[in-house]
Protein backbone atom coordinates (compact mmCIF):
# COMPACT_ATOMS: atom_id res chain seq x y z
CA UNK A 1 0.00 0.00 0.00
CA UNK A 2 1.27 3.71 -0.88
CA UNK A 3 4.07 2.17 -3.57
CA UNK A 4 4.71 3.09 -6.93
CA UNK A 5 5.33 1.22 -9.90
CA UNK A 6 8.42 2.70 -12.11
CA UNK A 7 8.72 0.95 -15.53
CA UNK A 8 12.77 0.71 -16.66
CA UNK A 9 14.19 -0.45 -19.43
CA UNK A 10 17.74 -1.40 -19.80
CA UNK A 11 18.58 2.44 -20.76
CA UNK A 12 16.00 3.74 -17.75
CA UNK A 13 13.11 5.19 -17.87
CA UNK A 14 10.37 3.76 -20.60
CA UNK A 15 9.20 6.62 -23.28
CA UNK A 16 5.75 6.91 -23.84
CA UNK A 17 4.02 7.80 -27.03
CA UNK A 18 2.41 10.71 -27.39
CA UNK A 19 -1.60 11.69 -26.22
CA UNK A 20 -3.36 14.24 -28.00
CA UNK A 21 -4.97 16.34 -25.41
CA UNK A 22 -6.66 19.01 -27.73
CA UNK A 23 -10.24 19.82 -28.17
CA UNK A 24 -11.89 17.14 -30.97
CA UNK A 25 -13.95 19.69 -32.04
CA UNK A 26 -13.59 23.17 -34.04
CA UNK A 27 -15.63 25.85 -36.14
CA UNK A 28 -14.99 28.27 -38.52
CA UNK A 29 -15.95 30.51 -41.35
CA UNK A 30 -15.81 30.47 -45.16
CA UNK A 31 -13.38 33.09 -46.21
CA UNK A 32 -12.12 34.17 -42.71
CA UNK A 33 -9.15 33.45 -40.63
CA UNK A 34 -8.71 30.11 -38.95
CA UNK A 35 -6.60 28.24 -36.69
CA UNK A 36 -6.37 25.38 -34.36
CA UNK A 37 -3.33 24.20 -31.90
CA UNK A 38 -2.96 20.33 -31.39
CA UNK A 39 -1.45 19.64 -28.06
CA UNK A 40 -0.26 16.31 -26.69
CA UNK A 41 1.82 15.39 -24.05
CA UNK A 42 4.97 13.25 -23.79
CA UNK A 43 6.84 15.68 -25.68
CA UNK A 44 6.17 15.16 -29.68
CA UNK A 45 8.45 16.07 -31.94
CA UNK A 46 6.31 16.00 -35.00
CA UNK A 47 2.61 16.82 -36.31
CA UNK A 48 0.45 15.62 -38.66
CA UNK A 49 -3.41 16.13 -40.12
CA UNK A 50 -4.91 14.74 -43.22
CA UNK A 51 -8.32 15.92 -44.40
CA UNK A 52 -7.84 19.52 -43.80
CA UNK A 53 -10.54 21.90 -45.52
CA UNK A 54 -9.23 23.32 -48.49
CA UNK A 55 -7.59 26.74 -47.70
CA UNK A 56 -5.49 25.23 -44.22
CA UNK A 57 -2.23 23.78 -43.60
CA UNK A 58 -0.53 22.33 -40.64
CA UNK A 59 3.08 23.47 -39.15
CA UNK A 60 4.63 20.03 -38.80
CA UNK A 61 6.55 21.32 -35.94
CA UNK A 62 4.78 23.02 -33.79
CA UNK A 63 1.39 21.52 -34.52
CA UNK A 64 -0.42 24.80 -35.69
CA UNK A 65 -3.69 24.49 -38.17
CA UNK A 66 -4.38 28.12 -39.73
CA UNK A 67 -5.11 29.71 -42.42
CA UNK A 68 -8.74 30.32 -44.61
CA UNK A 69 -10.78 27.64 -45.26
CA UNK A 70 -12.74 28.27 -48.70
CA UNK A 71 -15.73 25.85 -48.82
CA UNK A 72 -18.20 25.05 -46.03
CA UNK A 73 -18.80 21.95 -44.85
CA UNK A 74 -17.84 19.28 -41.63
CA UNK A 75 -14.47 17.76 -42.21
CA UNK A 76 -13.40 14.90 -39.75
CA UNK A 77 -9.71 15.21 -39.47
CA UNK A 78 -6.95 12.71 -38.53
CA UNK A 79 -4.12 14.10 -36.48
CA UNK A 80 -1.44 12.41 -35.44
CA UNK A 81 1.93 13.07 -32.82
CA UNK A 82 4.46 11.29 -33.22
CA UNK A 83 7.88 10.89 -30.53
CA UNK A 84 10.54 8.34 -30.97
CA UNK A 85 8.39 6.19 -29.30
CA UNK A 86 5.73 6.24 -31.52
CA UNK A 87 2.41 8.20 -32.56
CA UNK A 88 -0.57 9.37 -30.75
CA UNK A 89 -3.99 9.80 -32.70
CA UNK A 90 -7.35 11.15 -32.57
CA UNK A 91 -10.06 12.88 -34.86
CA UNK A 92 -11.02 16.55 -35.13
CA UNK A 93 -14.12 17.52 -36.72
CA UNK A 94 -13.91 20.77 -38.13
CA UNK A 95 -17.22 23.03 -38.77
CA UNK A 96 -17.24 25.58 -41.46
CA UNK A 97 -19.87 27.71 -41.58
CA UNK A 98 -20.68 29.79 -45.13
CA UNK A 99 -19.57 33.22 -45.09
CA UNK A 100 -22.25 35.86 -43.91
CA UNK A 101 -24.06 38.03 -46.77
CA UNK A 102 -23.44 41.21 -47.42
CA UNK A 103 -25.35 43.90 -45.72
CA UNK A 104 -25.42 47.26 -47.28
CA UNK A 105 -24.61 49.78 -44.87
CA UNK A 106 -24.48 53.25 -46.60
CA UNK A 107 -27.43 55.60 -46.33
CA UNK A 108 -30.12 55.21 -48.80
CA UNK A 109 -30.75 59.14 -49.57
CA UNK A 110 -28.05 60.92 -51.77
CA UNK A 111 -28.54 64.01 -54.26
CA UNK A 112 -26.34 65.49 -57.04
CA UNK A 113 -27.13 68.10 -59.75
CA UNK A 114 -27.51 67.53 -63.26
CA UNK A 115 -23.70 68.49 -65.21
CA UNK A 116 -22.04 68.45 -61.91
CA UNK A 117 -19.39 65.73 -60.72
CA UNK A 118 -21.13 62.98 -58.47
CA UNK A 119 -19.71 60.50 -56.26
CA UNK A 120 -21.44 57.86 -53.93
CA UNK A 121 -19.53 54.64 -51.86
CA UNK A 122 -21.54 51.56 -51.51
CA UNK A 123 -20.43 50.15 -48.16
CA UNK A 124 -21.53 46.69 -46.98
CA UNK A 125 -20.75 44.71 -43.88
CA UNK A 126 -18.85 41.14 -43.83
CA UNK A 127 -16.61 41.45 -46.44
CA UNK A 128 -18.18 42.41 -50.34
CA UNK A 129 -16.28 41.16 -53.29
CA UNK A 130 -18.22 42.72 -55.80
CA UNK A 131 -20.81 45.53 -55.90
CA UNK A 132 -23.62 46.46 -58.48
CA UNK A 133 -26.00 49.28 -59.23
CA UNK A 134 -28.60 49.31 -61.48
CA UNK A 135 -31.38 52.08 -62.58
CA UNK A 136 -28.46 54.75 -62.41
CA UNK A 137 -29.33 58.39 -64.20
CA UNK A 138 -27.40 58.96 -67.61
CA UNK A 139 -24.22 60.16 -66.68
CA UNK A 140 -23.15 58.15 -64.03
CA UNK A 141 -21.67 54.43 -63.88
CA UNK A 142 -20.53 52.11 -61.00
CA UNK A 143 -17.22 50.79 -60.56
CA UNK A 144 -18.08 46.50 -59.42
CA UNK A 145 -14.95 46.22 -57.68
CA UNK A 146 -14.83 48.83 -55.49
CA UNK A 147 -18.77 50.03 -55.35
CA UNK A 148 -17.88 53.84 -56.51
CA UNK A 149 -20.88 55.38 -58.37
CA UNK A 150 -19.84 58.40 -59.94
CA UNK A 151 -20.32 60.48 -63.34
CA UNK A 152 -21.86 63.69 -64.21
CA UNK A 153 -25.60 63.06 -64.53
CA UNK A 154 -26.81 64.95 -67.62
CA UNK A 155 -30.82 64.33 -66.43
CA UNK A 156 -32.82 65.72 -63.19
CA UNK A 157 -35.51 63.92 -61.59
CA UNK A 158 -35.55 61.06 -58.36
CA UNK A 159 -34.15 57.40 -59.11
CA UNK A 160 -34.61 54.79 -57.65
CA UNK A 161 -31.21 53.31 -57.79
CA UNK A 162 -31.04 49.07 -57.07
CA UNK A 163 -27.75 48.33 -54.76
CA UNK A 164 -26.30 45.00 -54.55
CA UNK A 165 -22.99 43.93 -52.38
CA UNK A 166 -21.83 39.80 -53.07
CA UNK A 167 -19.28 37.29 -51.52
CA UNK A 168 -18.86 34.23 -51.76
CA UNK A 169 -22.20 33.54 -49.07
CA UNK A 170 -24.85 35.50 -51.37
CA UNK A 171 -25.98 38.55 -52.24
CA UNK A 172 -27.04 41.96 -50.31
CA UNK A 173 -29.58 44.27 -52.12
CA UNK A 174 -31.23 48.06 -50.71
CA UNK A 175 -32.79 50.48 -53.09
CA UNK A 176 -31.08 54.24 -53.01
CA UNK A 177 -33.27 57.09 -54.02
CA UNK A 178 -30.89 59.22 -55.87
CA UNK A 179 -32.69 63.00 -56.36
CA UNK A 180 -30.36 64.85 -59.59
CA UNK A 181 -31.39 68.45 -59.19
CA UNK A 182 -31.28 70.97 -61.91
CA UNK A 183 -27.98 72.83 -62.37
CA UNK A 184 -27.28 75.67 -59.25
CA UNK A 185 -25.20 77.39 -62.07
CA UNK A 186 -27.31 77.42 -65.16
CA UNK A 187 -28.99 80.85 -66.10
CA UNK A 188 -32.50 81.90 -64.79
CA UNK A 189 -34.59 84.23 -67.22
CA UNK A 190 -35.88 87.15 -64.79
CA UNK A 191 -39.01 89.79 -65.41
CA UNK A 192 -40.32 91.20 -67.43
CA UNK A 193 -42.17 88.79 -69.16
CA UNK A 194 -44.46 91.17 -71.20
CA UNK A 195 -43.44 93.78 -73.79
CA UNK A 196 -44.89 96.25 -75.94
CA UNK A 197 -44.20 97.30 -79.42
CA UNK A 198 -45.46 99.27 -82.34
CA UNK A 199 -45.81 98.92 -85.90
CA UNK A 200 -43.51 100.78 -88.01
CA UNK A 201 -41.05 101.73 -84.63
CA UNK A 202 -37.93 99.90 -83.87
CA UNK A 203 -38.48 97.26 -81.07
CA UNK A 204 -36.19 96.42 -78.27
CA UNK A 205 -35.86 93.98 -75.41
CA UNK A 206 -33.52 93.00 -73.77
CA UNK A 207 -33.21 89.28 -71.87
Known amino acids: VGSSLQLTGSGGPVSLKPVITSGTTAAGTAHSPFSY ?7 PTDFSASGLPAGLSLDNSSGLISGTPTIPGTYSVLL ?7 D ?11 QAVPAITSLLTTSGAVNAPF ?7 NSPTSF ?20 VPTATGSYSVALSASNAGGTGTANLTLTVEPDPNAPVISEPFTATAAVGNSF ?4
Do not use: E, H, K, R
Not at 80 to 86: L, P, V
Open 132 to 151: GATGLPPGLSVDNATGLISG
Open 37 to 43: QIMANNS
Open 204 to 207: LFLI
Open 80 to 86: TASNASG
Open 88 to 98: GTATLVITINP
Open 119 to 125: QYQITAS
